[in-house]
Structures are given as C-alpha cells and as structure tokens.
C-alpha cells in the first residue's frame, strides 16, 4: 500500500453552514477509513465575514494540515480571492459562476464551474443547501463511494426531519453527478469502507477523558475556545452524573472547584489565557492547603482578548509563572486528541497523589479548532487517590493534615470523616493546619515549622519530575538536524518530517507532552546528542527554549517561530530544515495566512 | 442539644478583646449544638480579614481561603458532598466589597450554602478603612474629614437579586443571633445572615445599635411578605433585627441539580466510566 493523501478547503460566509460541511466530509473519510487532521479558519462572528474548514486525509497517520490544497470549494468571492493562490498544481476549485468572479485561474488548476445555488434553491426556499451540493462534487472528485454520502448526512442531519435529511441528500447527489461527468480526478484516495474511524477535538477529548478518570465536577465560565468542554459537560451531565456549574466568572469556577476537590470529588475547571489570569490566585490557594484540582486552559493568541478564534502556544511562561511566592504546579501539554483523552486519567492522578494542582495546556488549533483521528483510547489508566484515608482514629481535637513525611506528601482526609478536621488554609500554616501568620508569626518555631512548609510543598516537585515523561524523541536516532517542540506544533514537525526523510535529509523530533516538572539531567542528555537544534513554537519569545535554558543551560538558538495566530504548516517546517542544511541559521517567523 | 465544647478548638481567637466576633463565634457554636449537627459534618469556609480567622476557632472542618471567595468554595463543597452543613463565614470586606459579585450569584441560584456576614462597617485588619457598609459620614483612614459615599444596604440589594432567606442579627444578642443561624441552616437553599458585630478597635458602634435596635418580632412583621421586608430593610432611624424575608417554595440549586441532570454523589463516583457511559462519551466522536 503506497502513501496517499490529499488536502480539501471549503470556504464560506459564516453562517453559511461551512462548519458543519466540513463535519460531514471529515465523517465522510473517516467513515472511509481515513485519517483526518483538519483546522477551523473561524472568525469571531456569528455572521457573515468569512470562514473556512481545512481537512487533510489519507490512508497513512496524518497529523498536520499537509502542503496546500488541492481541492477548493469556493462559496463566495473572498473564499475564492484569499485561497486560489494556495492551490497545488493538479487541484481543482469548484465554484458557482452566478456568485463567484473567476477572473483568470493560474495554469494547472481546474475549475469546476457548478450551479450550486440553482441546485440548491430547489430542495429549499433559502440557496443554504448550496455547501451540501459542493460536498457532492468534493465526493465525486475524491471517488467516494455515492452510498456514504446518503448515510453520513443522514447521521448530520438525522434530528432535523425526513425532508431536510431528503432534501439534502438530493442536493449532495446532484452535485455528485455533474462533477462526476464532466471530470477527471487528478488526485485520490484508497478507500477502506469496512475500517471507520473516530475524530474529535482535544476539547471534547479532554472532557471525555475527564468523566473517565472519574472527574464529577466540572465549573466554567465561557470562554473561546474552552467552551466547547463545558458544552460538552453539559450536554452528558445527566448520562454520567457530572455536576456542572456555570460560574459567575473565572474565579468562582476555580474557587468552585477548588471547594468541590476538597470535599472529595474529581473536580476540574477550564478556560483560554484572559481567564486563566483571573484564576491565578486560585491556583496558589490549590497549591497552598494542597488541594487536588486539573486546571485547563485551551491557549488562544492573545495579549488581552487577543485573536479569541485563533491559535497560540503562548500561555507557557503564564502557567510557569503564576506565583504569589513559590508553590508547585505540573504542567502537561498533550499533543493531540487521543493523547489529550489518555492524559487525562494521570492528571488527575498526579494531582491526588501528589496534592497539587495540574495544569493542562491545550491551543485552539487542536482544542475548537481541529478534528484529528483518535485510534487508541485508553480507558484503563488505574485511578491512584493517594494518601487518602476513610476513617481516622481519635487522637486529639485537630487531625494532622500537613504532617511532615517524607515523600512531602500527608495523608488527606474528606469533611465529613469524624475526627478528621483540621483547617485547609491559604495562610502560612503548622501540621494541623493552624495560623503560622498572626500571633506565631516571626516566633523562632514558626520561623523554623515556615522553612520546613516550604520545603514540603517544593519539594514535591522532585518525586513527581521522577514519575513525569521525558520529551519523546521521533524519528532517527541519528540525525543532522534535530527539531524541539511542546504540545500542538510536534504536529506538522511529524508531517515535514515523513517528507524530509522521504528526501534523505536526516532528521528527528524532540517532542514534549509532560512539561514541568521533568528530570532536567535527562533531558538535557537527550538534546546535547544533536548535531543542531531547532526550537519550534507558535509564540514571540521561543518559551519553552526559555525553560530548557533555564533548567539545563542549553540556548537554543535556532529558532522557528509563528504567533500570526495561524497553525504551522509543514511546508515551513521543511523550507527552515533545508535552509539550517545551507547555514541559513536565525530566528524564522511566520507571517502569512494559512 | 449537644454539648458546645464538642466543637471548642484549642486555639485562642485572636481578635481584640471585646471584638463583637466572640459573640458570633458562641451564637454558631450553640445553633450547631442546638441542631445537633456534629462538628465533622460541618464545613466553614471563609476569606480574609478578622472575621474570616473564624476557622480553626471553632473545631469543624475549616477552609480558610481567598479574599472575598468563601461562597465560591463552599458552592463546589456543597455539590460535591451535600450531606455536609456548608456555611460561609466572612467579614463586610470580604462579602460586600470585593467579592460581592458571588453573593448575588449564590443568592440567586439558590445554592444550599449558609453566609453568616460579620459586618463591622469598616476594614479591621487593614487597620481601619472605609467599607462598603460604612456609614455616611464616618471618619476612618481613608475619609479623614468623614466620609461622603452612602453605604451599601445588603439587605435591600439581596432583597432584591432574590435571596430566599434574609435575616440580621447582632453579635451582643447571642440567643436570638443563635435562633436566626439555625433558622438559617435549617432553610431551604440560600440563606444570609447579616451580623452587626462592632469592631471595638476602629468602628466601637455597641451602644450606637443596643439603642437602635428592635425586634421584627415585635412588630408583626409577616416575612413571607416581600414588600413588607423591603420596607424593614430600608429603615435607616431604627435597626431591626430578626429575619426579614423567607421563602421555602423556591428548590436550591443543589436539589434542581439533582433533579434534572441526576448528578450523583461527586465523592463516592470516582471510577471508570460504564461501558453505557463509553458508548455515549464517544458517541460524539463519529
């Protein structure tokens, strides 16, 4: 079997319908047996403006956007004027002629002229069906089989009656003919119909994970792109037994959840950078009286309120920095949807054992705004509570919940446990959870009991860096050039990578999922075995070089940067390997629209 | 009744003494023996400042927080172990000034959690400045020639955002404040009790209430009755005391949750999904 795959924009005018277009045409190929990755070109807006839905497939495992397009649906003039120059030789672009003005298309290029608002307005009053004949014609120039297309519309469309689901089924059959008649595809796929394979988001991936590790609370405040996991939450509230709570704001939900974890329940909170600075406090407090929570936040660009609909990585020196004083707090940044859902058991755990706070960073680019092919879901991950106790004896009036230990971890104990109680406290505090602050404070023991709390708390970070995962390391072991890279960007590194080798240039891939803590020595052992290194990630100041050069002295130089808000392709990946082999060495930036 | 030294901590509260906090403290100790509610299954959560010292001063299980943030622990305490009594404990500061926004969101939705307000009309561990319940008038650190803001009337305010349970009592009337702090726990859902609770050190207003003060019931007050309690609330000569307005027909939020979407006990779920939830939790992935 040889290695195919093929890219497929639809672009439109939000509310247009082109995001759920492009939900079907995923469903299509994954119900075909392909691997997806696709990205959401939204805008803030509900509509007009105008939106696009990128899709990459094929029957290997694809991970990234892949090179260009080379298939196009165009609904509007803009869709058409921002994406022709985009289009691979070989591909095609479908448009309406009515609506469209083609002006002249570059050589190579097919356009496939259809009258998809004609069509359209004979299944309904309103022209919206017209992206349903498009994926009619998508389907023709992919060779899907025309009976997919019945049975994924009708999964799309199913709730909202017989004659929509008919309606648009007509439409889609319609634009099917046409294209098939009057064209040759220029590029396809392997189709394997009896392989059908899942997708989704990191959003809806966390959340499910979440539920599965046992998470029962869940409290939010809407914020793009996290929303979806409260929506989520929401919606299979009743079927799982989550309580959910839509805060009034940001600090409410951590302090909601924070209140939840330590009256017992898996709790969890989520929500992008604007947020995430409102809960900072919180996130002192969890880590203070040493409460178990996973705190999400699913990056977008920022500073401020930023681009709320596009994607950044920048978010890591917050989530590294958040500090009244020092305290500990795990920082995980899944790669994709399937790592986000199996991270998610191991959050939590790593927050029961250890009694802190966790960290998952997600970005829009996987979070809201990209399906990708999930294949292995772990829904094993044991559940590891820690220290936690279900009865206690009656030793005195106040039960010892900071004790001193020597892993720096006490035994924990829930309200509602008799002779258990003791005060949770964000006030410097002795082992039973008593002030250190007003009439102890500056006292020779309460000098002595604060250093030794201190101590307690950071050094934590020691036992769990033993238990968190070394960066993994894709691709040859020896290599020229070695790539470095957290969370979402490992992801076109993969797909350059694939082509780079296919090319023989010799390169691999240092990928980190677990961030902080690690063991540094480890990794730096790990990256002082390549020849040269090149930092890649979607923010201004290269962050996690940052934190390597903090935590092991090695700079690392070379850089490839995007913070346009647009994920990188692999195409860029590429062009800065290659010009790294011609000695062209620097910082890289991308500037330009995806 | 159980005995109140059941819930006697061993630390010493450091308030100032005289501080109209001790009052409080003995009235919640004698509601919760007088309802006999043992201290385990007591949760207090609290903020900043004097008032919010009150864990720890009295042995149940404590949460000593954030400024302005006990409502918000003691909400996701509540849902996660509704068998516990939640109350919130914290001074003016905390719940009229900076974290003010939750009283009325708690208040409104109706969350099964107490808010018992130490109200001193002033910061006291800030070392005196105006609060948000500080009178027209008065002279602290920050309005040396007196101070020119009216104050907040919470009453009135959560009157109107509708609370279901809105009472005031004072510190130095330990009896009747107990009495409103059990009717207070017992309540179906939300209930705020405001606490006039002098500040002996930056705002002593002890004879200042004893000489303004009355009972509601005294008057006939009929607490069902909305208008009647607005207009209570709004008194500005006199000061009365008792409770104001309660409404048991409305569900708390903890009991709607539980009702529509069939939330379960968050503490003892912690496990695997069924193989019926596997199905629906993926079902969206296809």
Known sequence: MTDKDITIRLGAAAGDGIQSAGEILTRMLSMSGQYVCTYNGNQSLIRGGHVWFHIHAGNWRVTSLGNGIDYMLALNQISFDEHIGKINQGGAIIFDPKTVKAGTIPEGITPIMLPLTEIALKYDKRPLMKNTVGIGALAALLGIDRKEIGEVIQLQFGSKGKQIVDGNINAALEGYALTVKSFVPTKSLEFDYSKKRLFTHADFALAAGAVNAGCKFYAAYPMSPASPILHYMAVNAEKMGVSVLLAEDEIAAMCATIGAAYAGARAMCATSGGGFALMQEALGMAAMNETPIVVVDVMRAGPSTGLPTKTSQGDLNMMLGISQDDFPRVIIAPRNSEETFNTMGRAFNIAEKWQVPVIVLLDFGIGDGGYATVDNLDFEEPIDRGKLLTEVGDEGTWFKRYELTEDNVSPRVLPGTPNGMFVAKTDEHDEYGHDLSDVEAGLQHAVEKRVEMMNKRMGKLTGIAVEMNLPEVAGPADADVTLVSWGSTSNPIREAMKQLLAEGVKVNSVEFCDIFPLRWKEVAKVLRKARHLIDVESNYSAQMAGLIARETGIMIEDRLLTYSGEPLEPAEVVEKVKNVLKKEIGVSVRNKAL | ?286
Not at chain 2, 36 to 53: D, F, K, M, Q, T
Not at chain 2, 110 to 120: E, G, I, Q, S, T
Not at chain 2, 138 to 148: A, D, F, H, I
């Open chain 2, 1 to 286: 009744m159980l005995e109140t030294k059941l819930y006697e901590s061993d630390i010493r509260p450091d308030w100032c003494p005289g501080c109209g906090d001790f009052g409080a403290l003995s009235a919640v100790k004698n509601a919760l023996a007088s309802l006999e509610i043992e201290p385990h299954r007591v949760l207090i959560s609290s903020g900043i400042g004097c008032a919010s010292n009150f864990p720890g001063f009295i042995r149940t299980y404590g949460h000593h927080g954030l400024h302005g943030r006990p409502l918000p622990v003691a909400v996701g305490a509540k849902l996660a172990n509704p068998s516990l009594t939640v109350l919130a404990i914290a001074g003016d500061g905390d719940e009229y000034g900076i974290g003010f926004n939750h009283v009325v969101h708690t208040a409104r939705r109706n969350h099964d959690v107490k808010l018992l307000v130490l109200n001193n009309e002033v910061y006291g561990l800030t070392t005196g400045q105006l609060s948000p319940t500080s009178v027209f008038g008065q002279r602290t650190k920050t309005t040396p020639y007196g101070s020119s803001i009216y104050p907040l009337n919470p009453l009135s305010t959560l009157l109107g955002v509708g609370a279901t349970f809105v009472a005031r009592g004072f510190s130095g009337q330990v009896k009747q404040l107990s009495e409103l702090i059990q009717a207070a726990i017992k309540h179906r859902g939300f209930s705020i009790v405001d606490i006039l609770s002098p500040c002996v050190t930056w705002n002593d207003i002890y004879d200042n209430v004893r000489f303004r003060m009355y009972s509601l019931d005294t008057v006939n007050h009929d607490r069902t009755s909305l208008h009647a309690a607005l207009d209570r609330s709004k008194e500005t000569e006199k000061i009365p005391l008792g409770i104001f307005f309660q409404n048991e027909d409305s569900p708390s939020f903890d009991e709607l949750l539980h009702k529509t979407v069939n939330n379960r006990f968050p503490v003892n779920e912690v496990k695997h999904m069924t193989e019926e939830e596997k199905k629906v939790a993926i079902s969206i992935f296809s």
